[in-house]
């Protein structure tokens, strides 16, 4: 049978399983996964009784034809150099690792690769997976990989100059939109008497609203400041900070995360 192989059972590797396997896209016997420690995979066999499990990154590579990598960055090309000599060539490595380009992988691998790109909240059902494919992917396998993902939410081709900006708004997004929702709540905690975890409550329930109704209404974000911020206001006080600081602020972070992911796994 053509399974897909999944090495790591981390984060991403067990919210991929999770996911392909609640979504019904693969039945349990389509699925071999390993990863590093006993404990993870014993975790991984209890989670999902009947799964295979492979003791050694090589013997997953013998059984499947599809290998996503999900292992850290610095640790995907020493998987790499361990899987190809048990590799027949024609199979498809679809690497998570941000900021491993696909020239860097095709020169261990010269056949079909894909970078993919997932994002935590995949784990609800919701957020985009960006896909990069490599010049010697085909059609069918692409679109293989393709359909996989979009059993856990969306699917966005990109280019591979563009990765590392849709990386961090949908894949890092959700760590930074986190931090922000927060501080959110703890400033208005530290300044009120509201106990912190109301205040968290709160502002998650609004992000989680305001998302909504930007999606649905198509309104443009100023516009919504415009129609919350009476004038003379409240809000207007807030977003007048906000507007004098955050601008700096983001540039710092985007600066930094770019450079790290120029770093990264090197
Ligand atoms: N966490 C995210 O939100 C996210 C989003 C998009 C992409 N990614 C990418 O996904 C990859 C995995 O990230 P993560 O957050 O799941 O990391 P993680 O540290 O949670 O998981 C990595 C897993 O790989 C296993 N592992 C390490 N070395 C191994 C080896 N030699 N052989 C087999 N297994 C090995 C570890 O035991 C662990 O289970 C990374 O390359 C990351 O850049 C992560």
Redesign the pocket.
Request: charged share 10%; aromatic share 2%.
């Given at each position: 049978m053509d399974c897909i192989g999944i090495?790591?059972?981390?984060?991403?590797?067990?919210?991929l399983v999770d996911g392909f396997l609640s979504s019904g896209v693969l039945g349990i016997d389509e699925v071999v996964v390993?990863?590093?420690?006993r404990e993870?995979r014993d975790a991984c066999a209890a989670a999902w009784p009947g799964i295979g499990i492979a003791g050694t990154?090589s013997e997953l590579a013998r059984r499947c034809r599809t290998i996503i990598?999900?292992?850290?960055?610095q640790?995907?090309m020493?998987?790499l150099r361990?899987i190809v000599p048990v590799m027949d060539g024609d199979e498809h490595i679809v690497?998570?690792?941000?900021?491993?380009s696909l020239a860097e992988l095709e020169g261990l691998f010269p056949g079909q690769v894909t970078r993919?790109?997932?994002?935590?909240t995949s784990t609800v059902g919701q957020g985009t997976t960006l896909v990069c494919h490599g010049r010697q992917t085909g059609m069918q396998d692409a679109s293989r990989v393709e359909g996989l993902f979009s059993s856990i939410g969306n699917v966005m081709l990109v280019g591979e100059e563009e990765l590392p900006a849709a990386?961090i708004l949908s894949?890092?997004g959700?760590?930074l939109l986190a931090a922000i929702i927060e501080e959110l709540a703890d400033a208005t905690a530290r300044a009120s008497g509201l106990t912190t975890d109301r205040a968290l409550s709160l502002a998650t329930e609004t992000t989680a609203a305001t998302a909504a109704y930007l999606r649905k209404t198509g309104e443009a974000p100023g516009d919504l400041v415009g129609r919350v911020a009476t004038g003379g206001g409240v809000t207007e006080a807030g977003v007048k900070r906000l507007r004098e600081r955050l601008p700096g602020v983001f540039d710092e972070a985007v600066a930094a995360m770019l450079e790290r992911y120029g770093a990264?796994?090197k």
């Open positions: 090495i790591g059972y981390g984060h991403m590797g067990s919210m390993t990863s590093r420690s993870s990154n990598l999900a292992v850290r960055p640790e995907v020493e998987v361990e690497s998570l690792a941000a900021g491993i993919v790109i997932p994002t935590i990386t894949s890092c959700p760590g990264v796994g």
